[in-house]
């Protein structure tokens, strides 16, 4: 067995690996062999980011790391896109990129290239990745099964995040070294998080109870940093303790929490629920798990953020601990799945359960709240998007059946989680927040249906979105998956349309652009069911059989 067959048998024993997602290219081919080899499926996807954002949705669908392969030079920078958007949202991807042989690596530095499709892979990657490692002819089997495991580890440790693995083309082919030598390169090294660990704090769990009992109006932010085990705990809490605390959550952080919760009141920030941010505004205590804080959920007012209310941040990335930019009264260097379990126990000693009977501060601000429309939306002509949107997620809920919901990035992203219907038990959350990539919609779904066939598979995208890699479609018909299209066809980029509008006045660059006839497009590539829907009535009449005939379908709304 050569290098590449056994660092694939060595994923494949260590994470039980089905399937890769790959774009193929010369340099992957001993990879792409060696996956063969072993029985893996090889998912061949129509563009590098297909792939890459396959293997993002097939992670966050399974919980454990998934593979993305890519041949070297263009395959290696049409994947940084991706590689960005994992590392920025803490998806554990592993990317193994195909390279050049090593000898024309060790070319003179003053030369721009010197092998065929060749890219200075490991300082692209470096500062957007976990790590980077590096394949080198004449391994022994030891250095081999050890850096697998360092890269497993890396990923899933502390903060989660993609790492990259460069493997030159003759380091690939190589045979492996019989002796029992581990280079010094390969020897397990700690992430950042763990070179830092005697920063870690241990909070006053029995402060922090005392604080909430006080408290009149208190509320938990739940991010992305925060499992859905742990959201249930969270909820558990609430349930049985403290009925008064307020949900609300981070972009990402929605995917941890059932939204038929009665204390669920949506996400915050700048495009975020009404609700949710004035029960941010209004709360005296308000617990952070997982989240960052950035700007779009602060604002730039940080100074008058931490007015008037008590502000406890839990994170398991120091480094976002130490800077983040708005006043916090305790922060706590901890991961926060095991915050909630150790904050669950001291609460099942020292609350009474008779607590569970205190009003919901929340209720009336709920009642006034819940009903307002986007304001962008009140004069609209024709369909509204928004309670397009959310008909069709209420319709899809109804059904009982667990689901896959992904969008785009742009207004539909947002329209669609201010109107979410989801299970945090049986449902897929996917949508692209910190690095916010056009595109990403379509193959991430994908990913995740393969992943998890029983689910129905429904994607929202704008059109501007659709035709970054709606062509990845092809991949959807080819793999028999039934999915489910809602597109938003408004002929712009509609946040930035919106942003320029406000901002400069009729000078737009990104509206009324052509997005050709999406009808044909969709039904070239095989999707046979598709109605285009104007108004209301028409989208009511229709939404029943989109949801329930077994053909991949797509609705366009114009």
């Known amino acids: 067995m050569n290098t590449a067959g056994l660092l694939i048998s060595t994923f494949n024993s260590e994470i039980s690996t089905s399937m890769v997602f790959v774009y193929p290219g010369g340099t992957i081919a001993p990879l792409a062999n060696a996956c063969e080899a072993s029985g893996i499926n090889i998912e061949v996807f129509k563009s590098e980011q297909g792939a890459g954002f396959a293997a993002i949705g097939a992670n966050v669908a399974t919980n454990k790391p998934s593979i993305c392969l890519v041949t070297s030079g ?8 991706c590689i960005a958007d994992a590392f920025y949202d803490s998806i554990p991807v592993i990317f193994l990129t195909g390279q050049v ?28 990745c976990k790590a980077v490692y590096s394949l080198k002819p004449n391994m022994s089997i030891l250095d081999v099964k050890s850096l697998v495991k360092l890269a497993i580890g890396t990923a899933v440790s502390n903060r989660k995040g993609p790492v990259v693995i460069d493997c030159p083309m003759d ?3 190589s045979e492996l070294n019989k002796e029992n030598i581990l280079h010094e390169d390969y020897l397990p090294k700690l992430d950042k998080n763990y070179s830092i660990s005697d920063k870690k704090t241990t909070p006053n769990y029995s402060k922090i109870i005392e604080t909430i009992k006080k408290s009149k109006r208190p509320a938990i932010l739940l991010g992305g940093g925060v499992s859905k085990s742990s959201g249930f705990a969270v909820r558990n809490i609430i349930s049985l303790y403290f009925k008064n605390i307020a949900l609300i959550f981070s972009l990402r952080g929605l995917s941890v929490s ?6 669920h009141c949506g996400f915050i920030g700048h495009t975020g629920n009404i609700l949710a941010n004035n029960i941010l505004d209004n709360s005296d205590f308000l617990l952070c798990l997982g989240t960052r804080l950035d700007i779009r959920q602060t604002g730039s007012e940080f100074k008058s953020f931490s007015d008037n209310r008590k502000l406890v941040l839990v994170n398991n990335d120091y480094d976002e601990i130490s800077s983040v930019r708005v006043d916090v009264d305790e922060s706590f260097f901890l991961d926060c799945d095991i915050f909630i379990k150790e904050l669950s126990i001291e609460i099942e000693k020292l609350v009474p359960k008779d607590l569970s009977n205190r009003i919901h501060w929340f209720s009336t601000i709920k009642d006034d709240f819940s009903g307002l429309e986007d304001p962008n939306l009140k004069n609209i002509k024709g369909i509204n998007p928004a309670k397009a949107i959310s008909h069709v997620l209420s319709e899809l809920h109804k059904t009982d059946k667990p689901s896959i919901f992904s969008t785009g990035v742009g207004s539909h992203q947002h329209w669609t989680m201010r109107n979410l219907k989801y299970d945090s038990e049986r449902d897929i959350l996917l949508t692209s927040s910190g690095h916010g990539t056009m595109g990403y919609d379509i193959p991430a779904l994908i990913g995740a249906a393969l992943s998890c066939p029983e689910k129905i598979p429904m994607c929202i995208c704008g059109d501007g979105s659709f035709l970054m890699n709606g062509f990845e479609i092809i991949k959807a018909i080819e793999s028999k998956i039934n999915i489910k ?4 066809r408004n ?7 919106t942003f320029q509008n406000w901002k400069f006045g009729n000078r737009l660059m990104t509206s009324n652009f052509y997005s050709a006839d999406l009808e044909k497009i969709l039904s070239g590539m095989g999707i ?8 209301s ?3 009511y009449s229709i939404s029943s059989e989109f949801l329930s005939n077994d053909l991949p379908s797509a609705i366009i709304i114009e």
């Open 74 to 81: 263009p395959g290696v920078t049409n994947i940084v896109t």
């Open 101 to 128: 042989g090593t000898s024309d690596l060790a070319r003179n530095p003053k030369l721009r290239q010197r092998g065929f499709q060749e890219t200075p892979t490991t300082q692209i990657c470096k500062p957007i």
């Open 485 to 488: 299209l809602l597109l938003i």
């Open 528 to 535: 046979n069911w598709i109605k285009k829907c104007n108004n």
């Open 537 to 539: 009535e028409n989208l």
């Open 171 to 173: 380091a690939q082919l």
């Open 258 to 263: 059932s939204s038929d919760h009665p204390s």
């Open 491 to 497: 002929k712009s980029l509609g946040i930035v349309s």
